[in-house]
């Protein structure tokens, strides 16, 4: 018993000879234990700031494949303006010799008026088999109110989606865009639209929108119809109507200059000048390069005309008439003489709101979609065969 007395003695006696250095390795041990909870902190620190930095070079190289898919579309649409521009230059050299430089602009502009009166005169050539003429109405549908008293509404003319395009107002530049037409009847306002801003704001009511790109009007110091491209947000080309001294091309809708149109055969404008000051002018466009391919002046009177449209080449102005809430079709002009105001039918819209801003024809369908005071409304047309004068 005295033995174990003694070497528990002992053993007190050299332990508390090493405590200090046992304090010492404990206190080594925390301190090491605090670095590797630090180093642990910093690398899940820095491997978060990599995976970041990684998320937004994926998303600038994203941004930039899209810029160049944009640059590459804008370069091509200026390619094809210069050339364009290279044909009008070589037509201007092969009609006139080499002359003095001076009153150069003068003699642009007699060429110019020149090239209108020629596609004035010049045939008309049917690009399709169209030999249609209205009819009458068959009925009228309202599907809603929205937006204000001024404004235009559309498919795509072409077939080329089921989307409805709203243009609300004449001096705006973000189109709402809805999937369907049934999107836009349950629409609450636009709240189930998205907003398609133009790079421009566009002039009247006289917008259309065909294959996929909108062709809107813009005036500044020249008029011009500009190409929009609705799936890649970019303009694919744009043109100064060669005609001076524009004015509202009808009376009862002074903030429309010139009205686009598109039927079976394709773009047209309708429009007027000071030149034909008292009728209405109407041009066939190439609506892929925008240019001018045949001009005709009209016998329908600008005085106390709403709107127009074209179907199968034929031109339909609609007039206010006496009777308040009511107007009608009161001139036709066809470019290939197959129908007269004499034998065109009295079309008469049905009682309306106020009167019409716009009325755009859907060849595809065969209805126009009318803007009325506010009002988005369909007209369904019966139809008739032309019969050539």
């Given at each position: 018993?005295?033995?174990?007395?003694?070497?528990?003695?002992?053993?007190?006696?050299?332990?508390?000879?090493?405590?200090?250095?046992?304090?010492?390795?404990?206190?080594?041990?925390?301190?090491?234990?605090?670095?590797?909870?630090?180093?642990?902190?910093?690398?899940?620190?820095?491997?978060?700031?990599?995976?970041?930095?990684?998320?937004?070079?994926?998303?600038?190289?994203?941004?930039?494949?899209?810029?160049?898919?944009?640059?590459?579309?804008?370069?091509?649409?200026?390619?094809?303006?210069?050339?364009?521009?290279?044909?009008?230059?070589?037509?201007?050299?092969?009609?006139?010799?080499?002359?003095?430089?001076?009153?150069?602009?003068?003699?642009?502009?007699?060429?110019?008026?020149?090239?209108?009166?020629?596609?004035?005169?010049?045939?008309?050539?049917?690009?399709?088999?169209?030999?249609?003429?209205?009819?009458?109405?068959?009925?009228?549908?309202?599907?809603?109110?929205?937006?204000?008293?001024?404004?235009?509404?559309?498919?795509?003319?072409?077939?080329?989606?089921?989307?409805?395009?709203?243009?609300?107002?004449?001096?705006?530049?973000?189109?709402?865009?809805?999937?369907?037409?049934?999107?836009?009847?349950?629409?609450?306002?636009?709240?189930?639209?998205?907003?398609?801003?133009?790079?421009?704001?566009?002039?009247?009511?006289?917008?259309?929108?065909?294959?996929?790109?909108?062709?809107?009007?813009?005036?500044?110091?020249?008029?011009?119809?500009?190409?929009?491209?609705?799936?890649?947000?970019?303009?694919?080309?744009?043109?100064?109507?060669?005609?001076?001294?524009?004015?509202?091309?009808?009376?009862?809708?002074?903030?429309?200059?010139m009205d686009l149109a598109v039927d079976e055969e394709g773009l047209w404008a309708i429009y007027a000048s000071q030149q034909n000051e008292r009728h209405i002018s109407l041009a066939k466009m190439d609506s892929n390069s925008l240019d001018i391919e045949q001009m005709w002046d009209t016998?329908?009177?600008?005085e106390n005309a709403e709107v127009g449209f074209v179907i199968c080449g034929t031109l339909y102005v609609v007039y206010n008439t006496k009777q308040p809430g009511r107007s009608r079709v009161q001139c036709v002009f066809d470019v290939n003489d197959m129908v007269t105001n004499e034998e065109?039918?009295?079309?008469?819209?049905?009682?309306?709101?106020?009167?019409?801003?716009?009325?755009?024809?859907?060849?595809?369908?065969?209805?126009?979609?009318?803007?009325?005071?506010?009002?988005?409304?369909?007209?369904?047309?019966?139809?008739?065969?032309?019969?050539?004068?």
């Amino acid at each position: 018993m005295r033995g174990l007395v003694v070497l528990v003695t002992l053993a007190c006696i050299a332990t508390a000879q090493h405590q200090p250095l046992i304090d010492y390795l404990e206190r080594r041990l925390l301190a090491i234990e605090d670095r590797i909870t630090l180093w642990q902190e910093q690398t899940a620190r820095y491997a978060s700031e990599l995976r970041e930095l990684k998320q937004q070079m994926v998303s600038q190289l994203e941004s930039l494949d899209r810029e160049k898919e944009t640059l590459r579309t804008n370069l091509d649409g200026v390619g094809t303006r210069v050339d364009r521009v290279e044909r009008e230059l070589d037509y201007l050299e092969t009609h006139n010799g080499a002359q003095p430089c001076v009153d150069v602009d003068d003699k642009l502009i007699e060429q110019q008026v020149t090239l209108v009166t020629e596609k004035q005169k010049a045939k008309y050539f049917k690009l399709t088999d169209c030999s249609e003429m209205i009819s009458s109405i068959k009925a009228m549908k309202i599907l809603k109110r929205v937006g204000g008293s001024k404004g235009m509404w559309t498919k795509d003319t072409g077939g080329a989606s089921g989307k409805v395009f709203i243009f609300n107002g004449t001096a705006e530049n973000t189109i709402n865009e809805f999937a369907a037409v049934k999107d836009f009847t349950r629409s609450q306002s636009f709240s189930l639209s998205t907003d398609l801003k133009l790079p421009s704001a566009w002039s009247g009511t006289g917008h259309v929108v065909y294959n996929n790109h909108v062709y809107y009007v813009t005036q500044a110091e020249e008029l011009m119809v500009v190409k929009y491209d609705v799936r890649n947000y970019s303009v694919t080309d744009s043109a100064v109507f060669p005609v001076q001294d524009h004015v509202p091309v009808y009376g009862l809708n002074p903030d429309t200059v010139m009205d686009l149109a598109v039927d079976e055969e394709g773009l047209w404008a309708i429009y007027a000048s000071q030149q034909n000051e008292r009728h209405i002018s109407l041009a066939k466009m190439d609506s892929n390069s925008l240019d001018i391919e045949q001009m005709w002046d009209t016998n329908c009177p600008r005085e106390n005309a709403e709107v127009g449209f074209v179907i199968c080449g034929t031109l339909y102005v609609v007039y206010n008439t006496k009777q308040p809430g009511r107007s009608r079709v009161q001139c036709v002009f066809d470019v290939n003489d197959m129908v007269t105001n004499e034998e065109a039918p009295l079309v008469y819209f049905p009682k309306r709101y106020g009167s019409h801003s716009s009325l755009k024809y859907n060849p595809q369908e065969q209805l126009l979609y009318a803007w009325d005071d506010g009002y988005q409304i369909l007209y369904k047309l019966i139809m008739k065969q032309k019969l050539e004068v």
